[in-house]
């Protein structure tokens, strides 16, 4: 199956920084997207991007489908950002959302 | 997006013992999901829930241990069957809605601990 690597695997901000979280994959995708899980276990959707780039308020992601990637930036980092990041694709071969091992994020004040 | 709803969010089961996780969705859906998130790992996909039909399980989850239901568009549910301690994990129900390009949204999970 498609290989999905993400990194840093940790990253310690201080509040207001910005920082930018990578995803590499090993095949054509039809489906990437970006979730941030909360403490509490909830994922929430933050990006569908198989290609292009995206923006929503503090949080944007470009993928880059033909060298397979894909980043997301978070800028202005606050405590609520904390959680981990987990980017998920869809390989072209393979109809079903791999994850990667995510990239676990702490904002601290 | 649908509203995704599942249950129990949590519960504690003993050794030996089944529990069964429902998924309701507040609108009809064309694919389910479940996927399992053991303690500080990522997401694995265990079946697609078909409707009306067999799931169709990944590579190292079978029937007897998961059993999946399907019996409409909106409504699934998975069985964790003869639970041990390594069955501790969220499992979380995942769907695609129609029109959606493949976009996955998931439900709160139902957080297991077996002792």
């Known amino acids: 199956g498609i290989q999905v690597e993400q990194s840093p695997p940790d990253l310690i901000l201080q509040e207001g920084a910005n920082s930018t979280l990578r995803c590499n994959f090993s095949?054509?995708?039809?489906?990437l997207q970006w979730f941030h899980q909360n403490p509490w276990g909830q994922l929430i959707n933050l990006f569908y991007?198989?290609?292009g780039t995206k923006q929503n308020g503090r949080l944007s992601a470009t993928t880059v489908a033909t060298e397979r990637y894909s980043l997301l930036y978070i800028s202005s980092s606050q405590t609520t950002d904390s959680g981990v990041y987990f980017c998920?694709?869809?390989?072209?071969?393979?109809?079903?959302?791999?994850f990667g091992k995510g990239t676990m994020l702490l904002v601290s004040p | 997006s649908a509203v995704i709803s599942q249950k129990p969010s949590r519960d504690i089961c003993q050794r030996g013992t089944s529990l069964t996780i429902q998924c309701q969705v507040d609108?009809?859906?064309?694919?389910m999901f479940w996927y399992r998130q053991q303690p500080g790992q990522s997401l694995t996909l265990i079946a697609t829930?078909?409707?009306?039909?067999?799931?169709?399980?990944e590579s190292g989850f079978v029937i007897d241990k998961f059993p999946i239901s399907r019996p409409n568009l909106t409504f699934s549910t998975l069985t964790v069957s003869n639970m041990s301690p390594e069955d501790s994990s969220i499992y979380l129900c995942?769907?695609?809605?129609?029109?959606?390009?493949?976009?996955?949204?998931f439900g709160e999970g139902s957080r297991l601990t077996v002792l």
């Open positions: 829930a078909n409707q009306g039909s067999e799931a169709t399980y």
């Open positions: 609108s009809q859906v064309t694919m």
């Open positions: 998920a694709v869809e390989s072209r071969r393979y109809s079903t959302l791999t």
């Open positions: 995942s769907v695609e809605q129609s029109g959606s390009a493949g976009e996955l949204f």
């Open positions: 095949d054509s995708v039809n489906n």
């Open positions: 991007i198989p290609s």
